[in-house]
């Protein structure tokens, strides 16, 4: 059985934080014990997602590191990785630890109805320009800060008609309260915004209040979505056909 280990370095040492790490120590193992290849690879892009999409580039299975906040730890867990985490020794000492069969992931139970308090804004923001930006939308800079709870506006050129295009981001947390920020993200854009889109980990009633107001629901878990999809001459991202730019997406799978 082949295991394939990812370790956040500073130096010698484990990094002390997972979202921030520059550099990560890559082993493949082999039936948990005999090591068959090892590389360092540099992390790069928004904090803690630019490190989950790292991992998942890279096939990793198990992550060994010291500080990583619940987030991404449930993150990480939930899409199918083993996270042993508060790991403190030097590199070395850790990966001759694992491969002993010393270290274990601890079993925590934690209320995951709700993380809107545990997911760093910031991040989902930085995660959100650089997804649309990679797919050919212009974040114009404007002197006037988008009304709350909008984070970002993108705009594109229909491929079909020309016309200017403005979609509406928001990147979830703003509150405790999912619902609430849905409701007011629908009431600040329905008039103004061809299209609108909402960030946050698709969980079931995310999904439900963002389908009763007509906004699209993108997931920052790289497993769900195909974000390195472009097809020419049709809007990339969005799932659903916009009013009047209907033909921009028959190319597309959207229904």
Sequence with gaps: MITIIAI??????IAPCFE???????NKVKNGHEILSSKIVSSTGCEGFGRVRLLQDNMVNTLICSGIKAFYRELLVSSGLTVIDSVDFELEEAVGRFLDGQLKPVVREEDMTDMSAEIPHDDLVCWAR????????RIPSSALEPAFPIDLVAEMKCPVCGRTIRVAICCGAHTYRSDQEIREFYRVTHTSYQARVYVYPAKASVRKHCCEYGIQVVDPDADTLNRDHVEPGRIPLLDRPIPGHEQ???NGEAE
């Excluded at 921030?20 to 890559?26: D, E, Q, V």
């Design 20 to 26: 921030t790490a520059k550099y990560f120590l890559i």
């Design 248 to 250: 921009a997406f028959m």
């Design 8 to 13: 956040p370095k500073l130096n010698e040492n």
């Design 130 to 137: 650089e997804l649309f930006e990679s797919h050919g939308y």
